[in-house]
């Protein structure tokens, strides 16, 4: 499939992409746990890696409703937190989380989620939907209003992002408390919900400080990490997640829904290592 905007450096990507995959189809089969899917956009209105065709998701979420386990957040944080009930035997169960908040959440996911009946939580960066500031690549953000939709469905949890997006690993500790209480402050008062549960911006695990602060105010936290959270062995403040992208293909995304694509990831950090050298957020 022929992505808009494809150009070399895009068909690079996709030839790499494909090489992962046949690399990890053939990989022991990762442990059984928690696969939390990381999500961005939907409805291929840019040439983003994570912006996904309509129809792709829809056919990834009528997967995740008949084949899987789905759980919210907070279901998944009960099940990993000891002690563990050893009448419960976790395989493959999945959540369904997504970044940032732009406007398509509304537009494009949402039907679906209700179609479905698939609860998800949204993390939301405030600032962007205070000011009407556009997300990098174009990204429309949601409205306050839109928001209290998607709560008001009754399938949408909202968790906090940071007010400005900011890269919690090179933030002073006065701003790291800010960022963190400003936001929840926001989606408090605009939504009459504390957030439990936070992700990282970038997926990028925040400093020492960030880290205490973070467990101070949240049940659960989430960065980077393609592989499935054990239980027994999870640290509920660094929950990993898979983020789908459009090069992933059905098979790539079966692959993370399974836990896989692990060395997708390893080498994603490495790169981010140098991609996030000097950026603020």
Known sequence: MMLRGD??????????????????????TPADGVVTLAYHRVGRHTSSAVDLPREVFARQMAHVATRTDLLTLDAAA?????????RITPNRQVVLTFDDGTSDFIDEVLPVLVELQLPATLFVATSFIDNQRSFPENGTPLTWNALRECVATGLVDVGAHSHTHLLL???DDMTIDLELDVCNARIEDELGVTPSH???????HGSTYADLAVRERYRTASIAGTRPNVVGRTDLWRLHRSPIQATDGFDGFLLKV???????DDLRRAANKIRYRGKRS
């Not at 936070?198 to 990028?204: G, H, I, L, R, T």
């Not at 399974?258 to 997708?264: A, D, P, S, T």
């Open 258 to 264: 399974n836990g896989g694509m692990r060395l997708e």
């Open 7 to 28: 150009d070399p450096s895009t068909l690079l990507r996709q030839t790499a992409k494909n090489a992962l995959i046949r690399l990890d189809s053939v990989v022991p």
């Open 198 to 204: 936070f992700a990282y911006p970038k997926a990028v």
């Open 169 to 171: 690993d090179r933030a």
């Open 78 to 86: 009960r099940l990993l937190t000891p002690p563990h009930d050893p």
